[in-house]
């Protein structure tokens, strides 16, 4: 028994130590980007073009791949370390609605009030352009670039890599907070910053709950595909 209890804070002390001072320095430039990106001004008025949405795409692909490299050179099991495979179907489609279902609420309760405050109503370039577009090509690249690349690459970055890290040097608490902030600023608009941080920070207990990086990516799929329902609707 004491041998198996040796055995078992071993692989949690290995667990616990995944990440190693190279991974804070990479999450630190990561970090720099992300905060210079969402500081950066962006005009309002711009519309946005289906090459735009494209083109956002390959870089959070290639965001991915890179990181996804940078741990398999070092023979780190990224399936292992964001626990891919820890849940089966049933399991993570009940956790994953039961979670949204908890956070849809207070995020949609939060961008009313605030709309209201403001007695102003802001649409996310990504909505006015479903809205407008009446090209059905376009629709469908668009969408699954929002429903499906979009949440895995922006779930594998935010909460599978520089949570994973920021946890380990800084705690879950304040990883919650710093990759919340990023990921809200980095959509560039003060209004709907609120309710993304929200978003954020449910994805991020989820994944901490679970284990599962599958959990906020099902969960991040499903907020943008009820926004893209809303919007062609």
Not at 181 to 187: E, K, P, Q, S, T
Not at 192 to 197: D, H, K
């Amino acid at each position: 028994m004491e041998g198996k209890a040796l055995t078992s804070d071993k692989q949690q002390g290995a667990a616990v130590q995944l990440y190693q001072r190279l991974d804070a320095v990479v999450c630190s430039v990561f970090g720099v980007y992300f905060l210079a990106l969402s500081v950066v001004p962006k005009n309002a008025h711009s519309l946005l073009k289906i090459s735009d949405i494209q083109w956002g795409g390959v870089f959070y692909l290639v965001l991915d791949a890179t990181i996804l490299s940078f741990l398999t050179i070092r023979h780190i099991s990224a399936a292992r370390a964001f626990g891919i495979w820890k849940l089966r179907a049933p399991q993570l489609i009940k956790l994953s609605g039961s979670w949204l279902a908890a956070f849809y609420p207070l995020i949609s309760l939060v961008q009313t009030f605030l709309e209201r405050l403001q007695s102003t109503h802001y649409q996310q370039p990504l909505v006015q352009f479903l809205e407008k577009n009446t090209s059905l090509s376009d629709l469908l690249v668009s969408t699954c670039i929002v429903v499906a690349i979009a949440p895995l690459s922006e779930e594998l970055i935010f909460r599978g890599y520089l949570y994973g890290v920021l946890r380990q040097h800084v705690g879950s608490l304040k990883a919650t907070l710093i990759t919340s902030l990023l990921f809200a600023g980095i959509h560039q608009h003060p209004s709907i910053l609120p309710g993304l941080f929200l978003l954020a920070v449910g994805l991020s207990w989820a994944y901490e709950s679970t284990g599962c990086l599958l959990v906020p990516i099902l969960m991040h799929s499903l907020f943008n595909f009820i926004g893209v329902l809303a919007a062609i609707l």
